[in-house]
């Protein structure tokens, strides 16, 4: 089995910084994809930024230019750096990464961590 253990959030101001991470434990023979979603009080979980297993990136619109998605293999992590947060980040974020066993990939989901962003 495969556990995803998330840490970081907590309360910030606009326009400070926090880093998420996103650790992955047990049976694990190589981690695909790695990908943040964030999920704001009564609106639907949005996409956040991806990062493969070959360092390419992706990320939403509106968070392009202040985060930064970050893998570190070794430690089968992946991590968030989020600057210049604005109120509009406040969600609880998730990490998701596609997992093999040594069977078959699975998707897998942290347990979400909040942020909130006071102006």
């Known amino acids: 089995q495969v556990q995803l253990v998330e840490s970081g959030g907590g309360l910030v101001q606009a326009g400070g910084s926090l880093r998420l991470s996103c650790a992955a434990s047990?049976?694990?023979?190589?981690?695909?994809?790695m990908k943040w979603y964030r999920q704001a009080t009564g609106k639907t979980r949005e996409f956040v930024a991806t990062i493969t297993n070959s360092g390419s990136t992706n990320y939403a619109d509106s968070v392009k230019g202040r985060f930064t998605i970050i893998r570190d293999n070794a430690k089968n992590t992946v991590y968030l750096q989020m600057n210049s947060l604005k109120p509009e980040d406040t969600a609880v974020y998730y990490c998701?990464?596609?997992?093999?066993?040594?069977?078959?990939?699975?998707?897998?989901w942290g347990q979400g961590t909040q942020v909130t962003v006071s102006s």
């Open positions: 047990g049976r694990i023979f190589g981690i695909n994809t």
């Open positions: 998701n990464q596609v997992v093999s066993n040594g069977v078959r990939w699975n998707d897998y």
